[in-house]
């Protein structure tokens, strides 16, 4: 029996034409674009990459000159949060980021710690929420970067952004996002967001992995990470994955007429959302308003959200749980615990992220085996 896979928050499926558009730059336009100087083969490449970022340039209305491409959205935030706090470190040194976010942010503001800067972690509301009142409150005035996800990564959470950039009228911080989860679902106008710095991939909506952007406000200054042959400006030496740069911009294409498929999602997330409250003992975790199109959360009480995983994938029905072993540490989810969750809470959670492959059929099986296998977990349980 095919399988559901319902984990397109940590990978998606490749849109076939994305493959397309990627392919001949494995086997027939292979130089790197930084050999446009040398041959023609260079100055096609070179072409290609252009045409690419005038793509992404676009689909983020900015101008080409302030788009970088990078291997991800690891690095992209790395690039952007290090990247300036190192090179305006002279104007300030407080940085502000939340609780919640992904770790490749926290983990580049714990280095950033080691170095000198002092963080605010802004904590968020049980349903995920960071509010601009809450950064209002952090911001001071060596304030000089605040850093905060346009969706929470687990639970769904749409932020703010523009409220929250709108109050930086008086202060010298500019504000950065995580934008990897929400592209391909929101629209995406940084002049609209008031963002100054941004991070991207598409791996998540079917582009493919190992590319990402870093879009940089016009002369705004960055550090580099890394030292090497400068292919991206001064800013980003290393290899361009070409490929997977031609298939990112593919993306942010299709992205730009996508609003029936995101419709359709959103419709398919609320009758899965809907169907699983119906059973006792279950929540739904982050908001019923203001959350992505894709994603589905749901604490099942009296049953750990391990076990529930297992016996769906043995099933055939991929998710994942905020439950402590799946997370490779003793703790539950930190995203989780963040939004002030019980352990019980915590660990009974099942993530369900869909796609635009999924299927009203795929909703009702993924459902109907939900709920035998919280059903059979609470019948065997020694906790009533
Ligand atoms: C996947 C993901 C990342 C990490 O991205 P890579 O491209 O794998 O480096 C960061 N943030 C969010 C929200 C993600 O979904």
Redesign the pocket.
Known sequence: MKRIYLDN??SSRLDDDVLKAMLPYFTEMYAIPSSQFSHQDGIEVNDAIEDARDAVADYLHVKSSEIIFTS????S?NLAIKGYARANASKGKHLITATSE?R??LNTFKVLEKEGFKVTYIEVDEYGHITPEDVKAALREDTILISI?L?N?EVGTIQPLKEISGQLEDYQAVLHS?L??GAGYLSLDMGDLGLSLASL?T??TNGP?GA?VVFIKDKLKINRLFEGNFNEGYIRPGMVNVPAVMGLAASVKMFQNNSGDIERIGKLRDRMIEKLLKMENTVLNGPAVERVANNVNISFFRAEGESIALHLDMKGISVVTGSACFSQSLEPNYVMMAMGFSHERAHGSIRATLSKYTTEDDIDRAVDAMSEVVQKLRDISPIK
């Open positions: 928050a940590a991800g959205e690891t690095e935030n992904h490749s942010v996800a969706v990564h995580n990897t989860y991939s791996d998540k992995k990402g």
